[in-house]
């Protein structure tokens, strides 16, 4: 048979967003965009989903280069 067990990463991806969470889903209707809005890939937002520039401290504190997803309307 099978069996798993749940096992807590080390090194999580999301360090605390809405951990409360089993899973962080968020969605927009594409009206509510305005001309341009980020999105955050690095999951240190205070404003998560969106992004705030907590990438840039991110990546020089850990030597990593992510950032946004950007979404414009023509
Ligand atoms: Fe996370 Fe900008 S704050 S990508």
């Known amino acids: 048979y099978l069996s798993y067990r749940v096992v807590k ?3 999580p991806v ?3 967003i ?13 009206e509510e965009l305005g001309e341009s809005t980020s999105f955050c890939r690095c999951w240190r937002s ?3 989903p969106l992004c705030d520039g907590a990438h840039n401290k991110y990546n020089i504190e850990q030597k990593d280069n992510v950032g946004p997803l950007i979404i414009k309307k023509k």
């Open 18 to 30: 809405k951990k409360e969470s089993p899973k962080v889903v968020d969605g927009y209707d594409i």
């Open 46 to 48: 205070s404003k998560f």
């Open 14 to 16: 999301n360090p605390c």
């Open 9 to 11: 990463p080390r090194h």
